[in-house]
T-cell receptor, first 112, second 112 residues
Framework: DAMVIQNPRYQVTQFGKPVTLSCSQTLNHNVMYWYQQKSSQAPKLLFHYYDKDFNNEADTPDNFQSRRPNTSFCFLDIRSPGLGDAAMYLC???????????FGAGTRLSVL | RKEVEQDPGPFNVPEGATVAFNCTYSNSASQSFFWYRQDCRKEPKLLMSVYSSGNEDGRFTAQLNRASQYISLLIRDSKLSDSATYLCVVNMGSSNTGKLIFGQGTTLQVKP
């Protein structure tokens, strides 16, 4: 059974129309991450939560926001998607103090 | 200079061949190292951790050279199912959050 679940698997949105991607986990891990991966590129960390503490990467655009209402769920909000935001968005989790991360299957976002 | 560098390939090899991938990292303070496998349009999955003494898992052998800041992955007796992108991954964050830095990945195509 999947332990890190992302919904939807595919998302199509219009230029400038806000979109929310969802991630849930059954592992009870403290840390949740959001990555952006474009074609033939490495996954790029956008931000992560350690429990309720939000940690933004310095180069993450303000257009990207996140919410973590409880341990199990984390959301990625893109306030005004641009064409350049089309990518695979990966959610991952880890236990505090552990380095191994477990990934969800990803949400592939298209922007029209 | 990228924090984690890999030759993107592609490496095209026949079934049964032995193939080696290399990776260099820039932060000498890095402590944890991994190889992840990513199939086309799927999420990264942990292949193996890399230890200073070197470690082997079946047909896969990983080596770490801290002095040279170099990591390698050797695949023996390649199978068609080994075709994927192999991501070199290095932990550079605090022990609490396990922040990972991904290389671009090396693509392997095993042919009959």
């Amino acid at each position: 059974d999947a332990m890190v679940i992302q919904n939807p698997r595919y998302q199509v949105t219009q230029f400038g129309k806000p979109v929310t991607l969802s991630c849930s986990q059954t592992l009870n891990h403290n840390v949740m991450y959001w990555y952006q991966q474009k074609s033939s590129q490495a996954p790029k960390l956008l931000f992560h939560y350690y429990d309720k503490d939000f940690n933004n990467e310095a180069d993450t655009p303000d257009n990207f926001q996140s919410r973590r209402p409880n341990t199990s769920f984390c959301f990625l909000d893109i306030r005004s998607p641009g064409l350049g935001d089309a990518a695979m968005y990966l959610c991952a989790t880890s236990r505090a103090g552990a380095y191994i991360q477990y990934f969800g299957a990803g949400t592939r976002l298209s922007v029209l | 200079r990228k924090e984690v560098e890999q030759d993107p390939g592609p490496f095209n090899v026949p079934e049964g061949a032995t193939v080696a991938f290399n990776c260099t990292y820039s932060n000498s303070a890095s402590q944890s190292f991994f190889w992840y496998r990513q199939d086309c349009r799927k999420e990264p999955k942990l292949l193996m951790s890399v230890y200073s003494s070197g470690n082997e898992d079946g047909r896969f052998t990983a080596q770490l050279n801290r002095a040279s800041q170099y990591i390698s992955l050797l695949i023996r007796d390649s199978k068609l199912s080994d075709s994927a992108t192999y991501l070199c991954v290095v932990n550079m964050g605090s022990s609490n959050t396990g922040k990972l830095i991904f290389g671009q990945g090396t693509t392997l195509q095993v042919k009959p």
